[in-house]
């Protein structure tokens, strides 16, 4: 499902450039789940953004689902709105759109909507009470439960999270963890997630650590 | 470094970083105070001209004896007979390469108080023995002697005026209360100054300087609310630090204050160019339309100065008011992100909705009052009201486009657009008073245009029009034309602040003087003794055919735009009794060529049909060249506020797109949505303002005109300007958001993945 | 405009002024292409008219006039003429310029008017066969007529005597240094006519008398003003005398038999000793006077009819009738300048 071999990336600044990658290769099959954990500045969310084509590699190949990454804008995006689903610590959802709105917004650009799919998950997320409200009108445990319906919703192949739950509690981060872990598994997606904590990294099938840059 | 100086430059570095936002304060101040500075510096050198006007020339308010030719000799019988008159000889003369206004007086029976101060006192036998006094307009003649004087006005012993202009003399000025003496006609002095008289047309100026000061302070609004949002973790760091909120709300006052006076100082001189490029468009109006004479010449006064830096101070405050008192407000420990910049409550919108309505109401119930002033509160509710019921108006609008709308994208675009309505409010009520203006006061002008041409077309029937020097050369005129003309005598007279017309009844010039309302067969009547009256003196005075002015009773009123001043036709027989003037212009039904006369009478004046409708058209075209170029002006600004907004926006709009940009819409289609997005924000804003601009020209075409000139005109539309003004502010939209556009098509994505990341 | 800047300039022929002592109303100013006036006999009828080429000169009379109650009146109507030029022109470009006083006394009031126009075009002028001197609707020939705020009066003039050349024989001189005018008078006028006063219109009978003169420059640069009389005794002679206030006061004086006779004084001949003083228009002004003339045996007492017969016109001096008891009782006029 998703493939990367030697991936180096580095950034520019004021002291020089600075690699953030070095020669990174994971892959991973369909339905499989991954914990990526690491310290903070480790690049796993670099990683993770490659893997979602927010970024490109400054050298190494990226497959998904058996096609390599396109190097443009619009095959990049265009990846993503077919086959990627991104789940983001903060800011996943569009504020200018209701819980409706949002759940709805990706699968509909995928052209994958699905009304009764998403009955499903409304109600297996119990965010029936909160489909009219916007997004700055709920809790973060509420926003996170929308940002995962939302991108379930279009049935992705893949599943990138990055630190789901790092702005909740640890009650209400288990919850939405519980629930995602749930819902990737009766999907069938493969499921990539970053995260610092080992007792998180622990509920899915493999773990795998950066440092600097590398896998160990 | 002392701890306030260190706060204030801990503020003040914020502009070092924010380059383009300070810029953008700056210059909406600067141009806020030039607009406004601008046009109160046309109108005071106006008015300082008609107050040298008054002082210089009050013998224009004295009464005056005039006859159909009043000699030297006459004047010497009258004053024989014990008349207290003076004589003047006045004309048009080529002085020096230039036409003046040449007044010659005789000193010695001038009434004391007359004659302005021309340094008589000092040494008046220079004066006696020739000299010339001018205005400015020194000429390089040792016998010219410059002194305040009206612009284009020459003063002159009447010695000197007789040898140039001729030996008749134009008028005798008489002093106490006397009647006529036989022979003699009294002609009292308009009662209205100039100043009355050219009032309505520098509020027309001054309320689009306010208009435009109203628009810039839009700009500075949202610059410095964006400035303080910005700066909301400072000033809690800075509030933590132990620095107090009354400090640290001087420390701002006196960052804007520096503002203002830097804007300040730029405003006036921006606003002394405006007001010297418009100065001479303006002096030509002022002299075509009222015969005000204003000199071109613009200083640059101290009071510019005062009254400018403080316009800009003022400006400032007005704008900085809101966010100072949120500053004051704010506790220690508020979060530092607030809610999303400038966003306002839905039911704010609604209160603000309400309050526009009711000021709309109230300019409405001000139709019901007279008056120049009310005429201008409508306006003021109209536009006011409207501006504040925008953002309501497009709330409702984009929600309806998003209802409508089937595709996802098209939906969020909407629901997007209605989300950025708060942030861009201002801007675009800016926008919407600049096209609203724009669309009012072209449907006014198009429409007065129309009315014009097609009037002076009319008025203008015979084919050529001559004015002799005098009686003399009129005769010999008139024979020489023998039967190859029909020579129709036409006369006018000013009396009291009326013009007095004598009309000989002849076809041409009934089919000249349309009449808007008439008694039956009024023709007839104004031979027996009736009158007609123009539109301005019916309106002014409230009359209507069959009531009675002074000179009779009135038999018709006709249209005679164009004209200041109350007029009053009577029969040509009831003209000659009553001001025995020399007949000197005709109007001539005629095959001959002006040249030819011209070649045969130098010193007869012949102009015809075409060259007197230009002249006109042309007095029309300047009187509105002026609104024309503030109206541009007006709508740059709107145009700058609405980059400004966009600008401020965009730098906080990143987490509003990221999100969307993370699910697969590429920063160029996202750039691509945000310019679509301003110009149907634009395209709708001309929509609305379609409307308000028509009722802004219904107002100034069926109040102000009415109430400022005394005309009231048909009201015509015009889409095709409504078109052009459509694109041109789609155009005017597109590059002010071409800016912040690019800026987002070209993002690096890590500015976007900063959104989500863990370090924001 | 200000007309008292006019009468200024035209008293004061600006051409080349000198800078300081310019005497009474410029008339201390030198003649600058002037003519001068020398001895000589007179060229009547043409003397009465103007003479253009000096820049100065007047035609002057005053009248003491009774009413039938025995109220009485003095009436001044003087006629100025200033040339800005030494010549004379037709129409606007004349530099003629003609000034106008006239004034009404009576024991309580006293009114004045003045009149200016420029000459060349008939407004203002005189002729001298017949005679006739006007400025508007002002007149003198065989009568007087002048018309002004709350005042007129018409008077017949008709002269009972000869002209009397002042002076040597008409040469007049005005100071030590030589500066004079040529001057005569007709001091045997008979008046009679209507004064008016507030509207009112009074018969009154009289005498007046007319004093003509014209120079270029009639006063030294020192001298400051005049005290100047004109006296008429019961007895039917007549006195012209005058006082030129300057460094050194020159004082000349004309004895005037009854048959019409000058009798030239010596310089100093006449003396003239102010014996009180009142405040008229804020100065102090000398309204009784004690006049001697030895050799005629005259020792008088002059007493003004209104000691406030100020003339507040541009140029503004003391002008009225007075009364003479003493030797010689009569009446007559006297004007102070310069004060």
């Not at chain 2, 520098?202 to 309320?207: F, R, T």
């Not at chain 2, 109040?703 to 155009?731: C, H, Y």
């Amino acid at each position: 499902m998703l493939s990367l071999t030697d991936v180096s990336k580095g950034y520019a600044s004021s002291e020089g450039g600075v690699t953030v990658l070095d020669g990174v290769s994971l892959s991973l099959a369909a339905g499989e789940t991954l914990a990526l954990t690491g310290e903070s500045g480790s690049g796993k969310s670099t990683l993770l953004h490659l893997c979602a084509g927010l970024d490109a590699p400054d050298t190494g190949r990226i497959e998904i689902a058996g096609r390599p990454m396109g190097r443009s804008d619009a095959e990049r995006a265009a990846l993503r709105r077919s086959t990627v689903g991104l789940v983001f610590q903060q800011f996943n959802l569009i504020p200018s759109l209701d819980v409706a709105g949002n759940l709805a917004f990706q699968a509909r650009l995928a052209g994958r909507h699905d009304p009764r799919w998403q009955a499903d998950l409304v109600a297996t997320l119990d965010l029936g009470p909160l489909l009219s409200r916007y997004p700055e009108e709920l809790s973060g445990g509420q926003q996170q439960r929308v940002a995962i319906g939302r991108t379930l919703a279009a049935r992705p192949a893949l599943v990138l999270a990055d630190e789901p739950t790092g702005n909740l509690d640890e009650a209400s981060g288990d919850r939405v963890m519980a629930l995602m872990l749930r819902l990737v598994a009766e999907t069938g997606a493969a499921l990539l997630m970053v995260t610092h904590s080992p007792r998180l990294a622990a509920r899915l099938d493999r773990q795998v650590h950066l440092r600097g840059g590398r896998l160990t | 470094m002392t701890g306030p100086m260190f706060a204030l430059s801990a503020l003040l570095s914020h502009w070092a970083r924010h380059k383009v936002q300070a810029a953008l304060l700056l210059l909406g101040l600067a141009l806020a105070t030039a607009l406004l500075t601008g046009v109160q510096a046309i109108n005071a050198e106006a008015r300082a001209s008609y107050d040298r006007a008054a002082s210089a020339l009050s013998q224009d308010n004295l009464p005056r004896l005039v006859a159909e030719r009043i000699t030297v000799a006459d004047y010497v019988a009258l004053r024989r007979a014990g008349w207290p008159v003076s004589p003047v000889i006045e004309g048009e003369a080529l002085i020096g390469g230039q036409t003046l206004r040449l007044i010659g007086i005789e000193p010695l029976t001038l009434p004391s108080g007359v004659a302005p101060d021309i340094g008589l006192a000092g040494d008046p036998t220079g004066f006696l023995t020739g000299e010339v006094i001018l205005s400015a307009e020194a000429l390089n003649d040792p016998r010219v002697r410059p002194a305040e004087l009206p612009s284009g006005v020459a003063l002159t012993d009447i010695g000197v005026a007789a040898g140039i202009l001729g030996p008749e003399i134009s008028y005798l000025l008489l002093t106490g209360d006397r009647p006529a003496p036989p022979g003699y006609a009294l002609i009292h002095p308009a009662t209205t100054d100039l100043s009355q008289l050219t009032e309505s047309f520098h509020l027309n100026l001054a309320a689009f300087g306010y208009l435009a000061f109203g628009v810039g302070l839009f700009i500075v609004h949202s610059a410095i609310g964006l400035a303080f949002e910005q700066r909301r973790g400072m000033f809690r760091t800075l509030r933590a630090l132990g620095l107090s909120a009354r400090a640290l709300t001087g420390l701002l006052l006196a960052e804007l204050l520096v503002f203002a006076l830097v804007a300040g100082a730029a405003g006036v001189l921006l606003g002394w160019l405006i007001a010297g490029a418009l100065l001479p468009d303006v002096a030509a109006t002022l002299r075509g339309l009222y015969g005000a004479e204003v000199g071109s010449g613009l200083t640059l006064r101290p009071v510019w100065w005062l009254s400018g830096l403080g316009i800009a101070v003022l400006g400032m405050l007005a704008s900085a008011g809101q966010s100072l008192w949120r500053l004051g407000r704010l506790p220690v420990l508020a979060p530092a992100q607030s809610r999303a910049w400038g966003r306002e409550s839905a039911r704010a919108m609604r209160a603000q909705a309400l309050a526009g309505a009711g000021l709309i109401g109230l300019g409405a119930a001000l139709l019901a009052v007279r008056g120049l002033w009310a005429g201008f509160g409508v306006l003021a509710g109209l536009l006011l009201g409207g501006a504040l019921m925008l953002p309501m108006l497009m709330a409702a609008l984009t929600r309806a486009g998003q209802r409508l709308s089937r595709g996802t994208v098209a939906q969020w675009f909407w629901a997007d657009t209605r989300q950025q309505l708060p942030g861009l409010s201002l801007a675009l009520m800016a926008l919407l008073l600049a096209l609203a203006a724009n669309i009012g006061v072209g449907t006014m002008v198009g429409s007065f245009r129309t009315s014009f041409t097609t009037w002076i077309d009319q008025r203008l029937a015979a084919d050529l029009y001559v004015e002799a020097a005098d009686e003399a050369d009129a005769t010999r005129l008139l024979a020489w034309l023998g039967n190859r003309a029909e020579a129709l005598p036409m006369i006018r007279t000013t009396d009291g602040g009326t013009q007095i017309v004598g009309m000989v009844d002849h076809p041409l010039f009934r089919r000249a003087w349309p009449l808007l309302r008439a008694l039956p067969d009024p023709w007839a009547r104004l031979d027996a003794g009736d009158v007609f009256i123009n539109e301005q003196l019916a309106l002014r005075r409230g009359l209507a055919p069959g009531d009675r002015v002074e000179q009779g009773v009135i038999a018709g009123i006709y249209p005679d735009y164009g004209n200041p001043m109350p007029q009053v036709i009577l029969s040509w027989d009831r003209h000659r009794a009553l001001y025995p003037l020399p007949v000197l212009r005709y109007a001539l039904i005629t095959d001959i060529r002006a040249a030819e006369i011209r070649a045969a009478f130098p010193r007869v004046v012949v102009e015809d049909r075409a060259a007197i409708r230009k002249a006109s058209v042309a007095v029309f075209e300047r009187t509105f060249a002026v609104t024309a170029a503030l109206n541009v002006l007006t709508l740059g600004v709107a145009a700058l506020a609405m980059f400004a907004s966009l600008l401020t926006l965009s730098s906080l709009r990143l987490p509003q797109v990221a999100p969307v940009w993370a699910m697969g819409l590429t920063r160029g289609r996202l750039a691509q949505l945000e310019f679509l997005r301003t110009l149907a924000l634009a395209a709708l804003i001309c929509g609305l303002a379609l409307p308000l601009g028509l009722a802004l020209a219904w107002v100034l075409l069926a109040v102000v005109n009415v109430e400022a000139f005394g005309w009231r005109l048909p009201m015509l539309l015009f889409p095709g300007d409504w078109l052009r003004l459509g694109l041109l502010s789609l155009l005017a939209a597109g590059l002010a958001a071409a800016l912040p556009v690019r800026w987002l098509a070209r993002i690096a994505p890590a500015e976007l993945l900063k959104v989500f990341a863990h370090e924001r | 405009m200000n007309v008292k800047a006019i009468m200024l300039i035209l008293m004061a022929c600006a051409v080349s002024a000198p800078a300081s002592g310019q005497g009474f109303a410029g008339l201390g100013s030198d003649a600058g292409g002037f003519e001068m006036p020398g001895p000589g006999p007179f060229d009547f009828p043409a003397d009465h008219g103007p003479h253009p080429t000096f820049r100065i000169e007047w035609w002057y009379v005053t009248a003491n006039l009774t009413a039938a109650d025995g109220t009485e009146y003095g009436a001044q109507w003087t006629l100025f003429r200033n040339a800005l030029a030494p010549h004379e022109a037709g129409g606007w470009a004349s530099p003629q310029i003609w000034l106008a006083h006239a004034a009404l006394t009576t024991a309580t009031q006293h009114l004045a008017a003045e009149k200016l126009a420029r000459g060349g075009i008939g407004q203002a002028g005189v002729t001298a066969e017949p005679f006739g001197a006007w400025i508007d609707d002002w007149e003198l020939s065989d009568h007087m007529a002048a018309r002004g705020e709350g005042f007129a009066f018409d008077l017949a003039l008709h002269a009972t005597g000869p002209i009397v050349a002042q002076g040597d024989g008409g040469y007049s001189v005005k100071s030590a240094a030589g500066q004079a005018s040529r001057y005569y008078s007709q001091p045997f006028y008979a008046a009679s006519g209507e004064v008016e006063l507030d509207g009112k219109r009074i018969p009154v009978t009289g005498t007046a008398w007319m004093d003509r003169e014209w120079s270029s420059q009639p006063l030294a640069a020192d001298q400051t003003g005049w005290d100047w009389f004109s006296l008429s005794f019961d007895d039917g002679a007549r006195l012209m005398g005058f006082r030129l206030r300057g460094a050194t006061d020159f004082v000349s004086a004309t004895w005037i038999g009854a048959d019409g006779r000058p009798e030239p004084q010596p310089p100093g001949a006449l003396r003239l000793t102010p014996l009180r003083s009142t405040t008229v228009a804020g100065r102090e002004m000398p309204v009784e006077w004690r006049l001697e003339l030895p050799a005629k045996g005259l020792d008088i007492t002059t007493r003004a009819l209104n000691d406030q017969a100020w003339n507040a016109l541009s140029v503004p001096y003391w002008e009225g009738p007075i009364r003479a008891e003493g030797s010689h009782p009569g009446h007559g006029y006297l004007e102070m300048t310069g004060r």
